[in-house]
């Protein structure tokens, strides 16, 4: 997973090249790690090769959708017609149709799956929930403060 977020933190800083968009989106990514670790703490979930598996499939929808956030947020021909409020909303409408399509799509192996199939769909579903219900926002709020006078 440590690999996986270096990868992941080299490619954003060669298309960006900006710190006030790449540490935001490496900080939530990597909280957003830590909460679903600790959910499957709490709920007494064994992380094990399929949950591994799930957190990095969540790991790539996470910075997935920052880029989609990062990249309505900085489009310059939008500027003139929508403000940040509107620009946000067609992100996150974009970002609520993933999540939908991989909650649905992840149902089936929970239910018919064994238990490498249930582990990974659990621990995708559980991930892609934490990431849109609390760290998307929070991801969004933080670039909203930190590109205010650039937007």
Same mark, same amino acid.
């Given at each position: 997973?440590?690999?996986?977020?270096?990868? *992941?933190?080299?490619?954003?800083?060669?298309?960006?090249?900006?710190?006030?968009?790449?540490?935001?989106?490496?900080?939530?990514?990597?909280?957003? *790690? %830590?909460?679903?670790?600790?959910?499957? &703490?709490?709920? $007494?979930?064994?992380?094990? #090769?399929? &949950?591994?598996?799930?957190?990095?499939?969540? +790991?790539?929808?996470?910075?997935?959708?920052?880029? *989609?956030?990062?990249?309505? @947020?900085?489009?310059?021909?939008?500027?003139?017609?929508?403000?940040?409020?509107?620009? #946000?909303?067609?992100?996150?409408?974009? %970002?609520?149709?993933?999540?939908?399509?991989?909650?649905?799509?992840?149902?089936?192996?929970?239910? &018919? $799956?064994? $238990?490498?199939?249930?582990?990974?769909? #659990?621990?995708?579903?559980?991930?892609?929930?934490? $990431?849109?219900?609390?760290?998307?926002?929070?991801?969004?709020?933080? +670039?909203?403060?930190? @590109?205010?006078?650039? @937007?």
């Amino acid at each position: 997973m440590l690999s996986a977020v270096l990868s *992941v933190s080299l490619i954003v800083f060669l298309r960006y090249r900006k710190f006030e968009i790449i540490l935001p989106m490496m900080i939530t990514l990597i909280s957003e *790690v %830590i909460i679903i670790l600790g959910v499957a &703490a709490l709920i $007494g979930w064994n992380i094990d #090769i399929a &949950a591994i598996a799930g957190i990095i499939i969540v +790991i790539g929808t996470c910075v997935d959708h920052q880029i *989609v956030i990062s990249d309505e @947020l900085l489009k310059k021909e939008q500027q003139v017609f929508f403000n940040w409020k509107q620009r #946000i909303s067609n992100a996150f409408f974009i %970002i609520m149709a993933a999540y939908f399509t991989t909650f649905v799509a992840m149902l089936p192996l929970m239910r &018919a $799956g064994a $238990g490498l199939l249930k582990g990974f769909a #659990i621990t995708t579903i559980i991930g892609i929930s934490v $990431g849109v219900f609390i760290t998307r926002p929070a991801f969004a709020a933080i +670039i909203e403060i930190l @590109l205010k006078d650039k @937007l």
